[in-house]
């Protein structure tokens, strides 16, 4: 066979490898992309060493016997972009590993030269290496080796890519390998025409497609429309050459003329089969577009048993991506529509009282995996839907036994509450001829009780807020009016209009600063101090701060249920019944850090309602 082959597959796998790595340059979003144009540079180069005395005659020997050396850098970056693929990068050491051993492999390659052109069963230069460059081959097949192990680690931890693109990728690496050994030949005395290198061409594309498939869906476009036409062509090329050579009932063709007709007729005939072929190309390229018996119903059952929203997108993007055999996103709502701007998503919104999904990133995909997503659409919709409705129910019968709880404990709380003050009523008259000292504690000792059992009845029983416009600063100036010990903050100065019941937020806003003077009680210098801030969507912060004692780390978490308190002799339900009027209020109180505070507490309140 003539030497023109290698040539010319050399060629191509240069331009194909260019090509390829200007067009990814283009795409934006896949982890590592970068890396791989790299890669597909490095073996551009690669060829270039071999072909360079070819190309521009003897002259191109020296750098070409140079460039050879390129090969162990180019690995090297080939290992950087399986551990970003892989997300395994955890360390600069270990990628200045990598690129040391390559950098310095490549270095000495340069300087000692790896070989050097000579005449090889008609070629007239064909690169045979020396002892430099069976090292620097060994070092690309090392660095080779520590990337495939990395892909099998991925593969068996099952995290990175999906196991397929792996397994992709190591295909195509192997092919790879088969292709380079055709240079293997000459130097190890094999006298047999490098055929393997033949295959080189389909290299690149084959890389390219087994990672990127899983990535962007023009890829697998590109690859369907390839195939099909590619199926055209070659059965009408094999059709000419059969009707040129085989013999005919009718005779070979007699001149050019004839054959070049025939030729034609062919081709025409073997372009009539392109849509079968197409249909072909879009079940090999795009395997599982086609639903079997029963899959519709496995779709239902499986998205049937999501409890929550995260768990039914989980599910959804199992069920599509196994049947599609690509990367599929799954959006649920209002999330983030940016994330669909490379992989192709269904998108699942709300309209009205029913919910649809819509195809983003999907304008390359052929019409069968397109109706496959439109029918998954619609079973995930309908999931959709019914997960809605069952956690309303969830929600409506939490609230209804909470409410009974509430009803139970609030009656349990009145009587208690009732059942107790005669007591103490009883007691306080008795205890009225006792000594003064022994007088003022049971007194304070029935008032604890006294108050522990109002504010049990009061956390207890259900009341409704009975919210009004109003100006919160007025309400806490008027509250405070000129109370020692408690400072204002300048914003106060304003007004903080906001919706809420007057005696509610004012019984939470007692409990806060009773709480914070009680704090600072024995501390020097002690402050209390409430500040406020409006939000741009009119939302008000209130803030009531003191640098006491502060609040113990153990109770932090659980200091606004019932009973927890870090009051020596408090009850433990002041703040939860703070927590109680602002969440009737539509707001929330939490313990917030706000230096130089010890202790600082947040109210906050949603914006007021504009009337029309």
């Not at 990337?147 to 690496?173: E, F, K, N, T, Y």
């Not at 036409?229 to 050579?245: D, M, N, R």
């Not at 006792?434 to 604890?448: G, K, M, N």
Request: hydrophobic content about 50%; overall charge neutral; aromatic content about 8%.
């Amino acid at each position: 066979m003539s030497p023109l082959a290698v040539h010319i597959a050399l060629t191509l796998t240069f331009v194909e490898s260019i090509g390829l790595g200007l067009l990814l340059l283009r795409v934006r979003g896949v982890p590592g992309l970068r890396l791989l144009v790299g890669f597909l540079f490095g073996v551009a180069v690669w060829v270039l060493s071999c072909e360079l005395p070819v190309w521009i005659g003897p002259s191109g020997r020296p750098l070409g016997e140079a460039l050879i050396g390129v090969s162990a850098l180019t690995s090297s970056v080939f290992v950087h972009f399986v551990l970003v693929l892989c997300d395994v990068l955890r360390t600069r050491l270990r990628l200045a590993l990598v690129y040391g051993v390559g950098g310095a492999t490549c270095l000495v390659a340069m300087l000692l030269g790896t070989g050097s052109y000579q005449p090889w069963l008609g070629f007239e230069s064909f690169f045979f290496v020396d002892t430099v460059g069976w090292v620097v081959g060994i070092v690309w097949a090392l660095m080779g080796l520590a990337g495939h192990l990395v892909m099998a680690w991925a593969w068996w931890q099952r995290r990175g890519p999906p196991r397929g693109q792996l397994m992709a990728m190591c295909l195509a690496s192997g092919w790879g390998l088969v292709c380079m050994s055709g240079y293997a030949f000459a130097p190890v005395g094999i006298q047999v025409y490098p055929f393997p290198l033949l295959l080189l061409p389909a290299y690149p594309l084959i890389l390219v497609y087994g990672i990127l498939r899983y990535e962007l869906m023009i890829v697998n476009a590109w690859a369907r429309r390839g195939l099909a036409w590619a199926l055209v062509v070659g059965i009408g090329s094999a059709l000419v050459i059969a009707v040129a050579t085989l013999p005919l009932p009718f005779g070979r063709p007699s001149s050019g003329w004839e054959l070049w007709l025939i030729s034609v007729i062919t081709l025409l005939a073997a372009g009539l089969l392109l849509d079968p072929f197409r249909r072909l190309a879009t079940c090999l390229v795009y395997p599982g577009s086609q639903l079997g018996e029963g899959v519709v119903d496995d779709w239902r059952e499986q998205l049937s048993t999501a409890e929550s929203r995260e768990a039914l997108a989980l599910i959804a993007e199992r069920e599509i991506s196994r049947q599609l055999r690509l990367d599929i996103r799954v959006l649920l709502g209002d999330a983030a529509r940016s994330a669909a701007e490379r992989t192709p998503t269904l998108h699942c919104v709300k309209h009205g009282n029913r919910w649809k999904c819509e195809l983003l990133g999907w304008e390359a995909a052929p019409p069968g995996p397109r109706y496959v997503a439109q029918i998954f659409g619609t079973v995930l919709a309908d999931a959709m839907h019914g997960l809605e409705q069952a956690v309303a129910f969830a929600d409506r019968e939490r609230e209804r036994q909470k409410q009974e709880r509430l009803a139970e404990l609030g009656a349990l709380a009145a009587t208690v509450a009732h059942d107790i003050r005669n007591p103490l009523n009883i007691i306080g008259m008795a205890a009225a001829m006792a000594p003064p000292a022994i007088r003022e504690e049971i007194a304070t000792q029935t008032a604890r009780i006294s108050q522990l059992a109002t504010d049990l009845l009061d956390y207890a029983k259900s009341w409704q807020v009975e919210k009004r416009p109003l100006d919160l600063a007025d309400q806490l100036r008027a509250m405070l009016g000129s109370s020692a010990g408690v400072e204002l903050d300048a914003g106060l100065q304003d007004g903080l209009r906001v919706d809420g019941d007057s005696r509610r937020l004012q019984q939470a806003l007692i409990n806060l600063v009773d709480n914070a003077r009680d704090a600072v009680r024995d501390v020097d210098g002690g402050r209390v101090r409430i500040e406020a801030s409006r939000d741009a969507d009119g939302s008000v912060c209130v803030y009531v701060c003191d640098n006491g004692r502060g609040v113990p780390a153990e109770i932090r978490d659980t200091l606004f249920q019932p009973f927890v308190s870090r009051r020596p002799g408090g009850t433990g339900l002041g703040l939860a019944i703070v927590a109680k009027i602002m969440l009737a209020h539509g707001g929330s109180a939490t313990l917030d850090a706000r230096e130089p505070w010890a202790t600082c507490f947040t109210l906050r309140f949603p914006p007021p309602v504009i009337s029309p």
